[in-house]
């Protein structure tokens, strides 16, 4: 009897379909590590082939998870019911439009290969996620990934103008376009944006542009503790400044990073003190932007207003410096892996005026449990990577870190705050859809999908359907990213 691979193969070419081991293992998971292999891992050289795959996929009802870099934290990109693996990574197609300011993108294209393109033309893409040099736009359409500059400048949704792409059936379809205004109806655009491939496949995106900053000033501002941090952070948008950038790093995280830096390139570390090796601080990684002007008057309000009680400050001489430190900055995720051999990663985001009861819920937190939670984040939109490092060998050690989890996305709901921010569901966060949502919203959502797919066949087991990562292992591969 012919199988759906068979079916398969009577309309891809055989280059398009992999089988291998290692290829199904490589698709078989994303940043969270837990790896369920698919069948097969598909690239269609084209649209036609997209379309005969979904519609092979929905008569079969064949589960069908698209991919781009695989970069989620959340499993989003796992194909956890298995099926087949649709990876668009290599669709990297992509122009910029200047008399629009736009560009036209396939989903393979990175984040950092379009703000490059967009550069050229004095144009700039914001949407800044720290794994801006693999993730897809694909991907960060689907997760609506946020990154440094969100409290500036939006999130990933705030530049989407159109999407083209497929329904589960394999039709085309086309929502919005190369357009600044769109009244047509229902907003499915913004729907399948931050849907995690659950509703639709991307094939093709419009982005929106922006005049690219031509200045841009950093500094590095050192506390003796969170609180202090955190009160520094306050007296800025007490200011009005809102910088291009405010990054908070608690001790713990600063410690984690130094130890990662002073290891791998301690040339890295020359505006870190030495001394905080030893004693650690909290730290504020601030940027502002615009016209020279505008980003000189904007970081000496910065400093008049959260310079007075920082131990130390350190203004960044050169381009390249300042460069330095956000690589450093966008190693903390990384860093984490100092501390204990598993993280859990959480990127919480709360009312701007919640942070300080938040803080010290982390501190009881880590207390009560002994186990480091590494926390650092955005501190101008809320938005925290909170991390809890455990050893998974350790039974003692899992069961605290799933306490732990479990305590923080109920304190963070208590403080009107959402359990996820920019990074997603996928399904390590499933057991907490019902803390954040009510049995009426979680319902609307259920209903959405089914009108989208009902056969569900798209990414199945993401979003609604509660998953407990804590019965499957995590292989310890290295990924792209890791150091
Ligand atoms: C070191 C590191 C730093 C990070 N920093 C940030 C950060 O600052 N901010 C942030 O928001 N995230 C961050 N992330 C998370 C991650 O990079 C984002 O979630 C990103 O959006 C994933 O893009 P991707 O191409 O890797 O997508 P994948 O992981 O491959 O897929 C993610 C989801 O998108 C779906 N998808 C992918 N392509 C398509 C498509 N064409 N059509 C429909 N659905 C699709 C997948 O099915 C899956 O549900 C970080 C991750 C790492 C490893």
Redo the contacts with the bound molecule.
């Keep these: 009897m012919e199988t759906p691979l068979d079916r398969l193969r009577d309309v891809l070419p055989p280059e398009a379909i992999d089988t291998s081991a290692e290829g199904t293992f490589r698709a078989s998971l994303?940043?969270l590590r837990l790896s369920r292999c698919p069948e097969a891992v598909l690239r269609p050289a084209d649209e036609d082939g997209v379309a005969a795959i979904l519609a092979l996929a929905n008569e079969h009802r064949m589960p069908l998870?698209?991919?781009?870099?695989?970069?989620?934290?959340?499993g989003?990109?796992t194909p956890a019911d298995g099926g087949w693996v649709?990876d668009?990574?290599g669709?990297k197609q992509l122009a910029v439009r200047e008399a629009t300011m736009s560009a036209f993108v396939q989903?393979?294209v990175?984040?950092k290969a379009l703000d490059n393109a967009a550069a050229e033309a004095g144009l700039a893409y914001p949407?800044?996620?720290?794994?801006?040099t693999?993730?897809?736009?694909?991907?960060?359409?689907?997760?609506?990934?946020?990154?440094?500059r969100?409290a500036k400048y939006g999130?990933?949704r705030d530049y989407v103008m159109g999407l083209e792409?497929f329904l589960p059936t394999g039709e085309f379809v086309r929502w919005g376009g190369n357009l600044r205004k769109f009244a047509c109806g229902y907003n499915i655009r913004d729907l399948?944006i931050g849907?995690?491939?659950?509703?639709?496949?991307?094939?093709g995106a419009v982005l929106r542009l922006i005049p690219r900053p031509v200045a841009r000033r950093t500094a590095l501002l050192a506390y003796s503790d969170e609180p202090a941090a955190l009160a520094a952070a306050a007296a800025i948008r007490k200011r009005r400044v809102i910088p291009s950038i405010l990054e908070f790093l608690d001790r713990e995280t600063v410690a984690a990073t130094l130890r990662l830096w002073h290891r791998v390139a301690p040339d890295k570390l020359t505006a870190f003190p030495r001394a905080w090796t030893a004693d650690t601080p909290a730290l504020l990684l601030v940027e502002t932007d615009g016209e020279p002007v505008q980003a000189d008057a904007e970081m000496a309000a910065v400093l008049e207003a959260a310079g007075t009680h920082a131990a130390h400050r350190h203004t960044a001489a050169s381009a390249e410096e300042a460069e330095t430190l956000w690589t450093v900055r966008?190693?903390c995720?990384?860093a984490m892996f100092e501390l204990g051999d598993t993280k859990l990663?959480e990127?919480v985001v709360l009312p701007l005026d919640a942070q300080e009861p938040f803080f010290q819920a982390i501190e009881r937190l880590r207390r009560e449990t002994g186990l480091p939670m590494p926390t650092f984040g955005?501190a101008a939109d809320g938005n925290f990577?909170v991390h809890i490092m455990y050893d998974a060998g350790n039974p003692a050690h899992r069961d605290k870190a799933r306490d732990g989890i479990r305590r923080l996305m109920e304190q963070v709901v208590a403080l009107d705050g959402a359990i996820s921010?920019?990074?997603?569901i996928?399904l390590a966060k499933t057991p907490f859809m019902a803390l954040q949502h009510g049995a009426a919203e979680l319902a609307v959502m259920r209903r959405v999908k089914e009108a989208f797919d009902p056969n569900k066949i798209?990414?199945p087991g993401?979003l609604l359907e509660p998953f407990e990562i804590w019965n499957h292992p995590r292989t310890k591969v290295r990924?792209p990213?890791d150091h």
């Excluded at 949407?127 to 801006?132: K, L, T």
């Excluded at 736009?137 to 990154?147: K, R, S, V, Y």
């Design positions: 994303d940043n998870t698209t991919r781009g870099a695989g970069s989620a934290t959340t989003a990109a649709l668009l990574s669709w989903p393979g990175t984040v949407p800044d996620p720290g794994s801006a693999h993730a897809t736009l694909g991907g960060t359409i689907a997760c609506n990934a946020g990154g440094l969100g999130v990933t792409g399948w849907s995690e491939g659950t509703l639709g496949i991307i094939t966008r190693s995720s990384q990663n990127d955005h990577h921010g920019e990074h997603g996928g798209l990414n993401k990924l990213w």
